[in-house]
Each structure stands twice: as C-alpha cells, then as structure tokens.
C-alpha cells in the first residue's frame, strides 16, 4: 500500500503516450480534476490534482489506481501485486479546497485509470463507495 502525499507540482517531464481516465461518483464528496503518468529513472509517477466537496475537513483520502501497460494490457504493480494499486493521501485538505498528489508506481505503467475509494474527515466519520468493486471488475474487463 502506498501511503503519503508528495504536493509538488509536475516539473514536465515526458508524459506517456495514452490518456488517462478517471471516475467521479455523483454524491462522493472528492471530484478528482485530473490524474497524469510520466516517466520517472526506477518507476512512474502518477500525478492526482483533487477537490474536497464538501463543507468538512477531510484527514484521509483514498483512490484506487489500475496500472495498464502500453498494449493497454493490466500490469501489475510489484508492491500491490495486483493491477489496482490503493493510494492514500494522509494530509487535511479543507472545506472545498483543492490539493495534489505525487505517487510511485510500477515501471511500465502506460495509462490509468483511478477511481476514489473512501474519504476520512476530521470528525471521525467516513464515506465509502460501494461500488468499488464493480468498477474495477468492468474496466480490468474491457482489456
């Protein structure tokens, strides 16, 4: 499991050659506004720009990142040893605020596709979507 958030900002480095995607759910109180691969000398970064929607401080958020090769083939990530590899973000972002992140992940990784997980706020509550496994299930199908 990757864990942190790394909020630099994407120096432009050679970008890969497919278009990510991503997924927002209608009631998630997180809109993911962008996700980028590049390049990078031992793995790939993939690059998260979110929004919270919300009028609530969230502590943690987590997003689920499938990893597609350059034949748009899964490809799993050696650390998650799977194709859906879960990011977490462990840092508050404020009410309706904007914020990115920086991860690792497999060398290879061509294109993704990321899809928000859970969000944690402040106050000890949490949203969850239940319909995670549907998704990856209907976009690992389609290759």
Same mark, same amino acid.
């Given at each position: 499991?990757?864990?942190?958030?790394?909020?630099?900002q994407?120096?432009?480095?050679?970008?890969a050659? =497919?278009? *990510?995607?991503? /997924?927002n759910?209608?009631? =998630?109180?997180?809109?993911?506004?962008? $996700?980028n /691969?590049?390049? +990078?000398p031992?793995? %790939?970064?993939?690059?998260i720009?979110?929004?919270?929607?919300?009028p609530k401080?969230?502590?943690? $958020?987590e997003?689920?990142?499938?990893?597609?090769?350059?034949?748009?083939? *899964?490809? /799993?990530?050696? %650390?998650?040893q799977?194709?859906?590899?879960?990011?977490?973000?462990?840092?508050?972002? /404020? *009410? %309706? !605020?904007? =914020?990115?992140?920086?991860?690792?992940?497999?060398? !290879?990784?061509?294109?993704?596709?990321? %899809?928000?997980v859970? @969000?944690t706020?402040?106050? !000890?509550?949490?949203?969850?979507? *239940?319909g995670? +496994?549907?998704? @990856?299930e +209907?976009?690992? +199908?389609?290759?």
């Amino acid at each position: 499991m990757v864990t942190g958030c790394d909020t630099s900002q994407n120096e432009g480095s050679a970008t890969a050659n =497919a278009k *990510p995607g991503f /997924v927002n759910s209608p009631d =998630a109180p997180v809109s993911i506004n962008s $996700i980028n /691969v590049e390049k +990078a000398p031992l793995y %790939h970064e993939i690059f998260i720009d979110y929004t919270n929607n919300t009028p609530k401080i969230i502590d943690q $958020i987590e997003f689920c990142v499938l990893l597609f090769d350059e034949n748009g083939n *899964p490809l /799993v990530d050696t %650390h998650a040893q799977s194709c859906a590899k879960p990011i977490i973000c462990k840092k508050q972002l /404020v *009410p %309706h !605020g904007i =914020a990115n992140g920086k991860w690792l992940v497999q060398l !290879g990784t061509k294109n993704i596709k990321a %899809h928000l997980v859970r @969000v944690t706020y402040y106050d !000890g509550t949490a949203w969850e979507d *239940p319909g995670l +496994a549907k998704w @990856v299930e +209907a976009e690992i +199908a389609k290759y």
